[in-house]
């Protein structure tokens, strides 16, 4: 009887540090990648209420990374339409990945995240701000799928940057200097591999885009 009463009064200390392990545990998997999907939401809401004051001209001048002109990509094809999808997701991709190898660069990251996300705000308003329900249902059909596909390769990208950047800090500060060589080859590979999905990504948005483009509409 008296184990039980102990037991009883052990169990609610046991699910509380329990919870802490699992916290833990999260923090130390999946922490920096959750960092990072918050930075590109709250970029994606940023974009989202700014766009009504941004300019026809600032528009068209972010159309380089963003889809901010959607006629006219609609006009030049199919192949122009992955090559303006492709090279903006690489220049997402390359800056992450250069910047991770650089000392003071890895301070960007989060910028590239945010930016990422404001980007796609901002397409998304001028879809629906532009063409209305239309606009929506391109967005929603055509564009988001690609857009979420990068944008998980994005997050991941960003950490295996962060973590070769720590790693390189570790080298620096004398407290590892064995086990780059490995570490910096894991990187190389887990971007390459990002950088082929990344290539599915535009591969997607204009497969999309040749399937469903002509249905809403937008000329």
Same mark, same amino acid.
């Not at 890895?106 to 990422?116: D, S």
């Given at each position: 009887?008296?184990? &039980?009463?102990?037991?009883?009064?052990?169990? +609610?200390?046991?699910?509380? %540090?329990?919870? !802490? &392990?699992?916290?833990?545990?999260?923090?130390?998997?999946?922490?920096?990648?959750?960092?990072?999907? =918050? =930075?590109? /939401?709250?970029?994606? $809401?940023?974009? #989202?209420? %700014?766009?009504? %004051?941004?300019?026809?001209? #600032?528009?068209?001048?972010?159309?380089?990374?963003? #889809?901010?002109?959607? +006629?006219?990509? $609609?006009?030049?094809?199919?192949?122009? @339409?992955?090559? @303006?999808?492709?090279?903006?997701?690489?220049?997402?991709? *390359?800056?992450?990945? $250069?910047?991770?190898?650089?000392?003071?660069?890895? @301070?960007?990251? +989060?910028?590239?995240?945010?930016?990422?996300?404001?980007g796609i705000g901002i397409t998304?308003?001028?879809?629906?701000?532009?063409?209305? $329900?239309?606009?929506?249902?391109?967005?929603?059909?055509? /564009?988001? +799928?690609?857009?979420?596909?990068?944008?998980?390769?994005?997050?991941?990208?960003?950490? /295996?940057?962060?973590?070769?950047?720590?790693?390189?800090?570790?080298?620096?500060f004398r407290r590892g200097r064995?086990?780059?060589?490995? %570490?910096?080859?894991?990187?190389?590979?887990?971007?390459? !591999?990002?950088? *082929?999905?990344?290539?599915?990504?535009?591969? &997607?948005?204009?497969?999309?885009?040749? &399937?469903?483009?002509?249905?809403?509409?937008?000329?």
């Amino acid at each position: 009887m008296r184990k &039980l009463v102990f037991g009883i009064h052990r169990k +609610p200390s046991a699910v509380i %540090s329990r919870g !802490r &392990l699992d916290i833990r545990y999260f923090l130390r998997r999946w922490g920096v990648r959750a960092a990072f999907t =918050l =930075l590109l /939401l709250s970029g994606l $809401l940023v974009g #989202t209420l %700014s766009f009504g %004051s941004l300019s026809k001209e #600032t528009l068209g001048q972010l159309d380089l990374l963003f #889809t901010t002109n959607l +006629p006219g990509r $609609l006009s030049d094809g199919a192949l122009s @339409a992955f090559c @303006a999808s492709f090279s903006s997701d690489f220049l997402f991709f *390359i800056a992450s990945f $250069l910047m991770g190898l650089s000392v003071w660069g890895a @301070a960007l990251l +989060p910028v590239i995240a945010f930016f990422k996300g404001f980007g796609i705000g901002i397409t998304a308003a001028y879809l629906i701000s532009s063409y209305g $329900l239309r606009g929506l249902g391109f967005y929603v059909v055509v /564009l988001l +799928p690609g857009v979420f596909v990068f944008s998980i390769v994005l997050v991941y990208e960003l950490a /295996l940057s962060l973590g070769i950047f720590r790693r390189m800090c570790s080298v620096l500060f004398r407290r590892g200097r064995y086990g780059f060589a490995d %570490s910096f080859r894991s990187f190389l590979h887990g971007s390459a !591999r990002y950088l *082929i999905l990344t290539f599915g990504a535009s591969v &997607l948005d204009v497969v999309l885009w040749a &399937l469903f483009g002509g249905l809403f509409g937008i000329k």
